[in-house]
C-alpha cells in the first residue's frame, strides 16, 4: 500500500492550505488515517487522526484552525489548514492503518507512509 501526500507550499501567516494523502495498492480497509509533522531540529509529532467512522482528535497547538477529514471511497485523507502561523512550517507526512486479505483469504494488516510534503508559513 503507497501513500501519495500533496498540496503543501509557501503560505504566508494567516493563510490556507489544504493537504491531500491518497492511499492505493490492494485494500479491503482502511481504518485510522493521520497526519504527523516534522519541524526543522525538532522530532515527528501528531497533528490530527480520524477513524473510519470519523471520528477525530487534534493536537492542541492546532485545535480550531486545522480540520482532518476523509472519502473513504477514494481512500483519501484531507487536511483543511487556516489560521497558519510560522510555527505550523514542518514537513507534515500521512499514514494510514490498512487491511487486505492474501491469497488464503487470511486477513494482513499493515501501516504504511506517505513521503512527505512541505509547509512553509512566511511573510
Known amino acids: 500500500v503507497q501513500l501519495q501526500a500533496s498540496g503543501g507550499g509557501l503560505v504566508r501567516p494567516g493563510g490556507s492550505l489544504r493537504l491531500s494523502c491518497a492511499a492505493s495498492?490492494?485494500?479491503?480497509?482502511?481504518?485510522?488515517m493521520q497526519w504527523h509533522r516534522q519541524a526543522p531540529g525538532k522530532q515527528r509529532e501528531p497533528v490530527a487522526t480520524?477513524?473510519?467512522?470519523?471520528?477525530?482528535n487534534y493536537a492542541d497547538s492546532v485545535k480550531g484552525r486545522f480540520t482532518i477529514s476523509r472519502d473513504n471511497a477514494k481512500n483519501t485523507v484531507y487536511l483543511q489548514m487556516n489560521s497558519l502561523k510560522p510555527e505550523d512550517t514542518a514537513v507534515y507526512y500521512c499514514?494510514?492503518?490498512?487491511?487486505?486479505?492474501?491469497?488464503?483469504?487470511?486477513?494482513?494488516?499493515?501501516?504504511?507512509w506517505g513521503q512527505g510534503t512541505l509547509v512553509t508559513v512566511s511573510s
Open positions: 499514514n494510514a492503518d490498512w487491511l487486505y486479505y492474501n491469497s488464503e483469504d487470511a486477513p494482513v494488516v499493515g501501516r504504511s
Open positions: 480520524i477513524t473510519s467512522g470519523g471520528n477525530t
Open positions: 495498492g490492494n485494500i479491503a480497509r482502511i481504518n485510522e
